[in-house]
């Protein structure tokens, strides 16, 4: 499995000078290490307002855009430093990997086997469009016959255009359902973060009351 992305696009364009730079190994897991470190900056400039509950919100990105833009094996390594960072600076208890609760365990689990999947897919892609390219190339490398050929009622079947249309409909589906995923994951980090002001506010509220009634 390819841990990076191709130089060329299925149709045989050259990336940007950006991408290119993240298909070469050191840039791309480079990339990985800034992206992971500012999901991090991230996470601490707003850790009052998302708290304990919702760990991964700013760490999800950091794996997709990881994976999607420089492959396998980038997007393993977000994962993997994603979940070392959580489950030591903010699951309980913090300081150390210790994970104590279930549904930390069971998120954190999560987590990571999202994070492998969404760098598979990624790898997946990338080796799909390499050989779409290498089978166009070769295919306008071939001389072309001095005389028109007889038309012919149906196209020749090509077991390699045949094999790249199934990946691509494959990796349509599996971008679907990983879109599927993070927006679940957002929605529910959303209904977390307002469950978690509605029970301050319900803490501040009874504080007050019963500091009025004390006085």
């Not at 791309?28 to 991964?56: E, H, Q």
């Not at 999202?114 to 070769?138: C, H, K, M, P």
């Not at 071939?142 to 990946?167: E, G, V």
């Not at 509605?198 to 504080?207: F, G, L």
């Amino acid at each position: 499995m390819n841990t990076h992305p191709p130089d060329v696009h299925t149709d045989g364009k050259q990336l940007p000078a950006a991408l290119r730079l993240l298909a070469r190994p050191v840039p791309a897991y480079g990339f990985a290490v800034i992206a992971v470190g500012g999901a991090c900056l991230l996470r601490i400039a707003f850790a009052d307002i998302l708290g304990s509950g919702i760990p991964y919100v700013t760490f999800y990105p950091a794996v997709m855009v990881s994976a999607l833009l420089c492959g396998f094996g980038p997007g393993l390594l977000a994962t993997g430093l994603s979940a070392l960072y959580v489950g030591i600076w903010i699951l309980p208890p913090v300081g150390q990997f210790a994970i104590s609760g279930t549904a930390d365990a069971i998120g954190l689990a999560l987590f990571g086997s999202t994070g492998v999947f969404i760098s598979t897919v990624a790898g997946l892609y990338s080796r799909a469009s390499a050989n779409a390219a290498a089978y166009e190339r070769a295919q306008r490398a071939r001389p072309s016959s001095p005389q028109p050929a007889p038309a012919a009622p149906d196209p020749p079947y090509s077991p390699q255009a045949a094999l790249t249309f199934k990946k691509r409909l494959a990796f349509d589906a599996t971008l679907a359902l990983v879109l599927t995923i993070l927006v679940s994951v957002g929605w529910l980090a959303y209904r977390d973060m307002n469950a978690a002001t509605e029970t301050d506010r319900s803490i501040t509220h009874t504080y007050l009351v019963h500091r009025i009634i004390n006085t």
